[in-house]
């Protein structure tokens, strides 16, 4: 089990035995059983996703550090939590051993045993972390579409492994790019842009792509594999990556309208679409702003798109809320942040405070109803990676390179894991409200099953004793300072 595990292991870069982990002398009051279950991350890693019961008070409760929750107040259902599983990753995890790969897969998306991520990023083809740039239909005429050798030697394997360890996986693809001979330089000249980077998607080929769209769906299908949603195109607004395109909220618009929507109901696919997947400040393009406003402003279109997705690499969470408040009838997924050299990416004690304040619960308490990281795994030299992608990012965990043994867990792992272990698939976010303090922030969820679950955190110097209540029960529990802590209880 990997929540039992590391309150003695202080060191990162090695993963420990964690079958030989026995209580150490801090914890006295250990208990292998109650009637809360909870996990604690300190930036400090003293605690390193350690499992904790308590039990529930007997005492009338007076403290005035009480949260209560409140189940009559309901929010967005949630769909999941998880990292996105781009050809890097999949690459370093096939250079794992069998057992080694199967014992870390098993901690990261088991329900059982454990963190239960639960919803993941693909490419549709290539990504800026792919070994390579292509896309499943390089060369015009339709029996040309194939899925490649990154897919079927590295990206469908694991994707099969994770499906084993948890069948209910929700998997979102994206593209970087639609095949190059469907590029043109501009919809003015509309001349051929012979470059995986940047140019437009040619109207003449809006047919094709939604046909691509499709295709790929089912064949991933015919390999066992469900796409629970895509996104119409990654970072849009972004022309620089490696692999990249540009295409406005016009050109979105009535792709999605004139081919993609109708193709993907014709083929009776019910693959959820996502408008958007940038920044929260749309790259600062005036014409841009309001991104999946302007798409919803038309209904025909609007008719196809769940939602929209974000990332964090420029702007405001609070542009969520305004979103919100302008289509509450419309869906939100958070789909991409990274750690790396630019923001001090392996420092937990920095960034599991920041992470989880700006990303995890940041974007649930405005409305988010899925948080996914960028790569779950990464190298220890930052790779595999490409020129013109990024050179200098890390993953949710980094694996040695010199061994495919060592892992260290960056901040990414753990605020998505702290969300994936209590907060199910379908549980519902809810009021709470009562204790406040700087520094603390919280959302509370009820689940399918009808258990509570709660994710703090407590981004203040001094430990917290925090007292939660659901109307029945109630339970103190000494909340570190600098941690994130889970709860989850039967009512």
Not at 26 to 51: A, H, L, N
Not at 161 to 179: F, H, R, V
Not at 323 to 351: H, Y
């Amino acid at each position: 089990m990997i929540y039992t595990f590391l309150l003695s292991c202080l060191i990162a870069t090695t993963s420990c035995n964690r079958d030989s982990y026995t209580p150490s002398p801090v914890d006295e009051d250990f208990k292998t059983s109650g009637d809360v279950t909870i996990y604690t991350t300190t930036g400090s890693r003293s605690m390193d996703f350690g499992k904790r019961f308590v039990d529930f008070s007997s005492k009338f409760n007076m403290s005035p550090n009480t949260i209560t929750i409140d189940p009559n107040t309901k929010f967005q259902t949630m769909d999941g939590f998880g990292a996105a599983i781009t050809g890097s990753t999949c690459y370093n995890l096939m250079q794992m051993s069998a057992e080694d790969r199967t014992k870390f897969l098993v901690e990261t998306f088991s329900d059982k045993d454990g963190m239960g991520m639960s919803y993941i990023r693909i490419a549709i083809g290539c990504s800026d972390f792919s070994l390579s740039e292509y896309t499943c239909w390089d060369t015009p005429g339709k029996e040309n579409f194939a899925l490649q050798s990154e897919e079927t030697q590295y990206v469908i394997p694991i994707l099969k492994e994770i499906l084993a360890i948890n069948p209910d996986i929700k998997i979102m693809g994206s593209p970087w790019t639609p095949p190059k001979w469907m590029k043109v330089n501009n919809l003015t000249d509309l001349q051929p842009f012979d470059s995986w980077t940047d140019g437009q998607l040619n109207p003449q080929y809006y047919q094709d792509y939604g046909w691509y769209f499709v295709k790929w769906i089912q064949a991933l299908k015919q390999e066992g594999i469900d796409i629970y949603s895509i996104t119409v195109q990654n970072e849009p607004l972004n022309r620089q990556n490696s692999a990249s395109m540009f295409m406005s909220w016009q050109e979105q618009q009535a792709f999605v309208k004139q081919s993609l929507g109708p193709q993907l109901k014709a083929a009776n696919l019910d693959t959820k679409i996502y408008a958007f997947d940038h920044n929260y400040n749309y790259d600062d393009m005036e014409d841009q702003m309001d991104y999946p406003i302007k798409i919803y402003n038309d209904e025909e279109a609007a008719a196809f798109f769940a939602g929209a997705a974000y990332h964090n690499y420029g702007g405001n969470k609070a542009e969520l809320l305004d979103i919100r408040n302008q289509r509450p009838d419309k869906e939100l997924v958070f789909t991409e942040t990274s750690i790396g050299e630019w923001n001090d990416g392996r420092n937990l004690a920095t960034r599991l405070m920041e992470d989880m304040r700006e990303v995890a619960l940041g974007t649930v308490n405005n409305w988010c109803k899925g948080v996914i990281v960028w790569n779950l795994m990464l190298d220890t030299e930052k790779g595999p990676n490409r020129d013109g992608g990024c050179q200098t990012c890390y993953g949710a965990v980094d694996i040695n390179k010199a061994n495919y043994k060592g892992i260290t867990r960056n901040s990414h792992y753990y605020i998505v894991g702290h969300l994936s272990s209590v907060v199910k698939p379908g549980a519902t976010r809810i009021g709470a409200s009562g204790y406040a303090a700087s520094g603390l922030t919280y959302s509370a969820f009820q689940n399918t099953d009808g258990t509570y679950a709660v994710v703090l955190m407590n981004d203040s110097n001094d430990n917290r004793k925090i007292t939660l209540a659901d109307g029945t029960n109630h339970f103190s529990y000494d909340v570190p300072g600098k941690s994130v802590v889970s709860y989850r209880w039967a009512n």
